[in-house]
């Protein structure tokens, strides 16, 4: 791809200064059609006599280091007689801050460009132009980009043109562009601009949200707009960053004389609240409004009840999907993080299948993951890889297998299955060859039970044992790849070998299950032998916790289905709707717009648990949500019929709640699922695209596409 573009660079090593690059192009004739095809290492922002090219933010997005995608843009009505391409050119994801892990392999590497405008013209000539010696470079107004620490831009900056540096990198990294685009999705309006007690100036946007803000005013030269972000206040009712750790998230823009509108082009913050550090002249509402940005994923779920508090859960979760899907599935958006961390993708990953279309998305991150996992099966903690550990944990290292077995379940393509399939049985190779015992996953390093609210003081991870959390673990995976492997006609016989003798093994090895977590995994893989035993022991431990949960992350996703599963449906439901804490609930009602890190995020006092571990954009909890689609509302996919060809649906009402609707947008049409409660018995209303089952207290029923009321 690009054969004959060269990739060109500033000739000094620049960090968080953004370079800029010009070609000017003279027009023979009247224009068919013009192409600009691009890429850059790094994150790239082009126009044409100064019209941005696109609408993609931060363009090539965010891939393993081995691979950029490579844009396409018609340019046909930008070409004029003369103009001039420009390309501004930040550090990003390639070079930035968030991989100072990797960058020491990759120091000699400059942040460069490669581009090819290709021109038809109307009498059928063709022109071509290419990144080459030819192309100036210049220092740019955006004095500062990084995606952690925000962006500088000093419009009295001049630029001053020297030649570029060509760089004899390889053309074989280049690919297609294979998610979808990052893009500006919405324009939130400032809810109030008040000052808080220390007397600092904020806007409140009323939403966390991931992106970025358009300023609009008046100003003479040289005065300064600086501004702060933050997810939340203290409770003083300050301005609170410190769960930032490292990431500045910060905008100062130096002005020009008259009327200037400005937003960030090279990076991107989490937050809800700006504090107006600096401005010309008083702010008001009309001078800044926030952008949400996130990948371009159709949204296909929706959920509703009676309950605004379980509502405003919903949304949140909506909010938390949308703040951590921006191009990969990150932990959160604000912190100096915002990492593919695999985990928390595989926790959440059903649930953002049903909420939004992510069949794209997923199979340009699971892509990353196998480029990136090495020869050995292992798969990094962060995919990208720009963490650098070189231990594969359980609950994370799965992702390789859960998330594609999610996306065939939800969008029935086998595709995702014979490109994954390789990746998936080497994570297993990795097990094998790391683990002690034979047939355990034992004796290695893990996250556990990551943030469970049972760990030992100090400790972010639970008190669940890491040698039966990751022994699970292996077997679910094991599960997956023989599941997988029948699918795409792989002979399997020696992965069911391997898992039965695993789930022997682990039965005999693990006589007790002592943690929630520990219940929850034993009886959601089917571990557990006695599972009537096992069940009423974590509903005892619950009731014993004040009908509360300790679970953390490989435990919550799982913790309602298995009490549903085993007889507790009302449990369930106690649970999802705890308003003190930890619960799902608790966080709303102290506020929260989106999901919390941590189950106590800000505690009962107003106080935060934590400086360093404390997002309030994890979307990991929100898993929660699957179990009311697939549970409380009982909308499931068939594994023999996968993409909703066929659907079971059946719903687990409880009277806690006077209604509950769960629709999702499939490829087949619409589904949905809802009930109400109506004296003493419930009504319900089923909608199904295709040969549906729907089972309604105990009783079968087998019908076509259409809608039904029980
Ligand atoms: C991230 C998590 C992640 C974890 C690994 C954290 O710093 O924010 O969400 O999964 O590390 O344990």
């Not at 691979?67 to 050119?89: A, F």
């Not at 020297?162 to 999705?185: F, M, S, W």
């Not at 790391?434 to 943030?451: A, I, P, Q, R, V």
């Amino acid at each position: 791809m690009l054969n004959n573009s060269k990739w060109i660079s500033y000739p000094e090593m620049q960090l968080n200064r953004c370079p800029v690059f010009k070609k000017s192009i003279n027009a023979k004739g009247q224009v068919k059609k013009a192409t600009l095809k691009i890429s850059a290492l790094g994150c790239y922002y082009a126009t044409i006599d100064g019209e941005r090219v696109g609408d993609f933010i931060l363009a090539p997005g965010f891939t393993s280091r081995y691979r950029s995608q490579v844009q396409e843009y018609d340019v046909t009505d930008m070409i004029k007689e003369s103009c001039e391409l420009k390309v501004s050119l930040s550090q990003g994801w390639f070079k930035g801050r968030i991989n100072w892990r990797v960058n020491k392999d990759m120091k000699d590497i400059y942040p460069s460009i490669i581009a090819e405008l290709a021109i038809i013209y109307k009498n059928g000539e063709k022109q071509f132009v290419y990144t080459d010696q030819s192309w100036e470079c210049s220092l740019s107004a955006i004095t500062m980009a990084d995606i952690y620490d925000g962006e500088h831009y000093d419009c009295g900056f001049e630029e001053s043109y020297t030649q570029v540096r060509v760089n004899d990198y390889p053309h074989d990294r280049l690919c297609a562009q294979q998610g979808p685009y990052i893009k500006e999705q919405e324009r939130i309006i400032p809810h109030r601009i008040f000052k808080t007690p220390k007397g600092e100036l904020v806007i409140d946007f009323n939403q966390n949200l991931t992106g970025y803000f358009e300023i609009k005013l008046n100003a003479k030269k040289g005065q300064r707009v600086s501004l702060s972000v933050a997810e939340v206040l203290d409770k003083d009712g300050n301005f609170y960053t410190e769960n930032y750790r490292s990431a500045k998230s910060e905008f100062i823009y130096t002005c020009q004389d008259g009327y200037q509108s400005y937003k960030p082009r090279h990076t991107f913050y989490g937050f809800r609240y700006i504090r107006v550090n600096e401005f010309p002249g008083e702010i008001s509402p009309d001078n800044i409004c926030a952008i949400v940005v996130h990948s371009d994923l159709v949204r296909t779920g929706y959920l509703n009840s009676s309950s605004p508090l379980l509502n405003k859960l919903f949304s949140n979760i909506i909010w938390g999907q949308k703040g951590n899907f921006l191009d990969i599935p990150t932990d959160c958006p604000q912190r100096d993080e915002r990492m593919g961390w695999t985990g928390d993708a595989q926790v959440f990953v059903k649930t953002a299948s049903y909420n939004f279309d992510v069949e794209k998305f997923f199979e340009k991150w699971l892509t990353d993951l196998s480029i990136d996992q090495l020869d050995s099966g292992y798969v990094p903690s962060v995919v990208p890889q720009v963490w650098g550990d070189d231990w594969s944990g359980c609950g994370w290292g799965d992702a390789s297998t859960i998330c594609p077995w999610q996306m065939y379940l939800t969008y029935g393509n086998k595709q995702i299955l014979k490109k994954q399939f390789k990746s998936m049985c080497l994570y297993l190779k990795y097990i094998a060859t790391n683990s002690k015992d034979k047939y355990l996953w034992t004796g290695c390093e893990h996250f556990g039970d990551w943030l469970g609210l049972d760990s030992p003081a100090g400790s972010y991870k639970g008190a669940s044992s890491d040698d039966f959390i990751a022994s699970v673990f292996y077997a679910y995976s094991t599960s997956l790849v023989i599941k997988a492997g029948r699918v795409i006609g792989k002979s399997v016989a020696k992965y069911e070998r391997l898992y039965e003798n695993i789930v022997k093994k682990i039965r005999k090895t693990f006589k007790e299950y002592k943690t929630q977590t520990e219940c929850v995994l034993a009886l959601y893989f089917g571990i557990a032998e006695n599972k009537e035993e096992v069940a009423r022991k974590l509903a005892d431990m619950i009731l014993a916790n004040g009908t509360r949960i300790k679970t953390g992350f490989l435990g919550t996703p799982y913790i309602l289905h298995a009490l549903s599963q085993n007889g507790y449906v009302e449990l369930a439901y106690d649970l999802l709707l705890q308003e003190s804490y930890p619960s799902w609930l608790y966080s709303v009602k102290q506020g929260a717009t989106t999901i919390w890190e941590h189950w106590d995020g800000i505690n009962d006092k107003g106080e935060f648990w934590s400086k360093d571990m404390n997002s309030f954009n994890h979307y990991a909890y929100g898993s929660v949500a699957d179990w009311v689609y697939g549970v409380a509302c009982g909308i499931n996919t068939v594994e023999e019929k996968p993409g909703f060809e066929e659907i079971v649906i059946a719903p687990k009402p409880s009277k806690k709640l006077n209604h509950l609707s769960a629709k999702i947008e499939t490829r087949r049409g619409t589904v949905s699922s809802a009930w109400y409660l109506e004296g003493d018995s419930f009504r319900y209303e089923i909608t199904t695209p295709v040969k549906s089952t729907i089972i309604i207290d105990g009783v079968v029923h087998q019908v076509d596409k259409g809608s039904y009321v029980f």
